[in-house]
């Protein structure tokens, strides 16, 4: 999925360097392929984002677990949540 919307980002890009609008409809064109171009971009760095999130969510459950394991094995009570 993703590499289709790279694909649809490479082939717009494309588009818009090879365009040059003559009249209203391919000014139009142009507009709605740029906008996908915009809107597609967005999209991949918010996907990245959210990927990226939820590993450090992850990576801060393992921290938590382990900081614990370490506390019981030095025998230190810990206040739960």
Do not use: H, W
Request: glycine share 4%; proline share 1%; charged share 30%.
């Amino acid at each position: 999925m993703v590499d289709d919307k790279v694909e649809m980002a490479n082939n717009n890009e494309q588009f818009l360097a090879t365009s040059d609008p003559k009249n209203v409809q391919e000014l139009t064109q142009y507009v709605q392929s740029l906008l996908q171009t915009i809107q597609d971009k967005f999209q991949n760095m918010s996907d990245q984002i959210l990927t990226r999130i939820d590993e450090m969510g992850n990576r801060i459950d393992d921290l938590e677990k382990n900081i614990g394991d370490l506390m019981t094995q030095a025998g230190v009570e810990g206040t739960e949540k």
